[in-house]
């Protein structure tokens, strides 16, 4: 048996080959699916009596588990997950004025050690299923409102989306399908730390969403120390891929830049930053180091974090100062299943 949700129109389609059934009849399951939310085959009452029984007998329907929720002063609210295994993961709901943003998990843990991140301290568990991935936006529809729906994903929790690249691509696809979630692809940003040969894979899968890259340092020397990764991936090697990326009209890349007090946040970073990004078409987010307990990082002065954005703006760049949501609740991702594991 396997989770429905995360099945792909392919995977289905392929079931429906082998069993004699008209292809066009995943689209009918589909839709009761993803669009009427039936999760009993029974109850999809336009197919016929021996598909049903076919489906349940292939098919099971699992969401994550809600463990624990904690809502913050600042509106967001962190969901703690519990997996059919006993694994936990988190998701962030983050409201504002015009939308509802969700950032979900792709892993349990990670493997590639960022030093200024919590979820680097688990180590790599295990990688997400694509239902797993896509459960979590189900899940959090489910508990909250109709008026709270999220308008918005984010895959930037827990683990390197691009580390985990098939369920994470087939998530992707079930969230932008007109049979599926129907989320628009520019309302999903997913977010690598630079996994340079995987964002070569992505750009041939057609799934037009938005991309993030995690960069955190302007100095080879730096980055090497806080994301080993760039041991395998230098800056410029990064950069020179997404100068080839083919964006479409219109997009940019979001670098997002975790500003580390005396590490990476001076005014020559600002300078090589500008430097280094131009002909990028770029978006830039400067955010202050969520400072968890033990830690050897400090996030820097707003002195310093406004003379670095404001240096980067007179470069024409676009930057904006990304405030720590639910700091209250450990909002950084892996504060709480790196606990809730301890
Ligand atoms: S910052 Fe992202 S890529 Fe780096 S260790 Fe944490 S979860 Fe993994």
């Given amino acids: 048996m396997e989770n429905f949700l995360g099945t792909t129109e392919k995977t289905l389609k392929q079931y429906f080959v082998e069993w004699g059934v008209a292809p066009y009849r995943v689209h009918q399951v589909f839709t ?122 984010v895959v930037m929790g827990m683990g390197e989306p691009l580390d985990n690249y098939q ?62 990764i760039n041991k395998k991936y230098p800056i410029h090697v990064l950069l020179d891929a997404l100068r080839n990326y083919p964006l479409k009209p219109n997009r940019k890349f979001t670098f997002e830049y975790v500003m580390l007090a005396g590490i990476n946040d001076t005014d020559d970073d600002a300078k090589r930053l500008g430097r280094l990004l131009k002909g990028i078409p770029s978006k830039i987010n400067l955010i202050p180091f969520n400072r968890i307990e033990p830690g050897d990082y400090h996030p820097p002065s707003e002195s310093r974090l406004l003379s670095f954005q404001n240096y980067l703006i007179s470069r024409n760049y676009s930057v904006f100062i990304r405030k720590n949501r639910g700091t209250d609740i450990l909002g950084a991702c892996g504060q709480l299943a790196a606990q809730s594991s301890s």
């Fill in 167 to 228: 369920p994470l691509v087939d998530a992707l696809r079930l969230m932008v399908s007109p049979e599926g979630m129907r989320i628009s692809n520019r309302k999903i940003t997913l977010s690598t730390s630079g996994l340079v040969d995987k964002i070569k894979d992505f750009q041939e899968e057609n799934i037009h969403v938005n991309l993030a890259i995690s960069l955190n340092a302007t100095l080879d020397e730096v980055r090497d120390q806080i994301m080993p």
């Fill in 32 to 153: 009761w699916v993803y669009h009427k939310e039936v999760r009993d085959f029974d109850l999809m009452t336009n197919l016929s009596k021996p598909l049903r029984q076919k489906l349940q007998a292939t098919f099971y329907f699992s969401l994550p588990g809600l463990q624990e929720k904690f809502s913050s002063s600042d509106g967001s609210v962190k969901y703690l997950f519990s997996l059919e295994d006993g694994s936990t993961i988190e998701s962030v709901w983050m409201p504002s004025d015009d939308r509802k943003t969700l950032c979900i998990s792709t892993q349990v843990g990670c493997r590639l050690a960022c030093s200024f991140c919590m979820t680097a301290t688990l180590g790599l568990k295990r990688n997400l299923t694509a239902g797993e991935i896509i459960g979590q936006i189900l899940k959090v529809n489910e508990d909250l409102g109709e008026n709270d729906r999220i308008t918005n994903v």
